[in-house]
């Protein structure tokens, strides 16, 4: 049996905006920032289109163009035609119109944080004949919008089409480790007017950016100098021969900030069937075995032996997604 073709449709969206993650994180790439919008696009316009035949009743026909003639008085007729291109094929409808056809559907309507998002990738893409030589603050710019725009991607893949792509796409590299030149300061009329057309579109997506979605990612690299030549990699790990790390309770605290009762009202909030019942209380316990996402903790840190309460990393969403069903 065929896929259907809203599958299909996000098949290629995901291998767009992973095209886009991987050649943005080559560092000598080059037409890398401006590449990256282009694919960012298209991977989003390819997934907006694949839900609107998704929820569409006349499903495929419902990202074609079409067009009304005029009649022999000159008025334009009633009938609507399917308008081709050249090669004689169905013309689809562009990413604003799905947009705009995903608004009449209340359940997919996009906030205007992801919307504002996706208008400041496409005036970096309109924009890109200026830039002989971008900025550092328009690339830190597009680090931060293109980055919001991977992981909104993310949340309405598992959202709309039930797959998680968390794993599959790496997040971007920040600017520190892929681009150590360049200035501050821009030297272009077109650069600083990008860079308030987006300022203009973060003030107003302000008000609807929620812990899923977001206008931009503040991205903010720390580099502390070592004595060790051969600093070791550090990650979490139950393997007894890793080399062992201390986290102080500041980490442990900034690491894992959320309590039972905390996790517990954002799943009510966040998911239509879910209930704080056997079902729940059970995942929380294969949590418990996760040490990136469950950390049991002293109330009082100077009393070892004293009442230690469960905290949880604001991750732990993510794997709740895949158990329930996102309102």
Excluded at 66 to 78: D, H, M, N
Aim: glycine letters at 4%; one cysteine or more; aromatic letters at 10%.
């Amino acid at each position: 049996m065929k896929p259907p073709i809203y599958l299909k449709l996000f098949d290629k969206s995901v291998a767009a905006i992973t095209s886009a993650v991987e050649i943005y994180n080559k560092p000598g790439f080059q037409y890398r920032d401006e590449t990256f919008a282009l694919l960012a696009l298209n991977a989003w316009e390819l997934i907006l289109k694949a839900r609107v035949v998704q929820v569409d009743p006349n499903k495929q026909k419902a990202i074609h163009v079409y067009q009304r003639r005029p009649t022999k008085s000159g008025v334009l007729g009633t009938k609507e035609y399917l308008e081709r291109g050249r090669s004689g094929n169905p013309k689809t409808i562009g990413i604003r119109k799905a947009i705009e056809k995903l608004d009449a559907h209340a359940p997919s309507k996009l906030p205007d944080a992801v919307k504002n998002n996706i208008e400041a990738l496409m005036e970096v893409r309109d924009c890109s004949a200026h830039f002989f030589s971008p900025s550092m603050a328009l690339r830190r710019q597009l680090l931060e919008v293109g980055t919001a725009a991977v992981r909104n991607f993310v949340w309405y893949g598992r959202r709309w089409f039930k797959k998680d792509l968390s794993e599959h796409l790496q997040i971007l590299l920040p600017i520190g480790f892929v681009n150590t030149g360049g200035s501050l300061v821009v030297s272009s009329a077109e650069e600083k007017n990008l860079l308030a057309c987006i300022s203009d579109l973060a003030q107003s997506s302000a008000a609807t950016e929620t812990n899923d979605l977001h206008f931009q990612t503040s991205i903010e690299v720390q580099i502390k100098k070592t004595g060790a030549e051969n600093t070791p990699t550090v990650k979490i790990t139950n393997d007894p021969t890793a080399i062992p790390v201390f986290l102080t309770e500041e980490n442990l605290a900034q690491n894992y900030p959320w309590t039972y009762d905390e996790v517990t009202a954002r799943c009510k909030a966040r998911y239509s069937d879910f209930k704080a019942a056997k079902k729940y209380h059970d995942l929380r316990k294969v949590l418990a075995e996760d040490s990136k996402l469950y950390r049991l903790r002293l109330l009082d840190p100077t009393n070892p032996k004293g009442i230690k309460k469960p905290f949880y990393s604001t991750n732990v969403l993510a794997f709740f997604d895949k158990h329930y069903t996102l309102k």
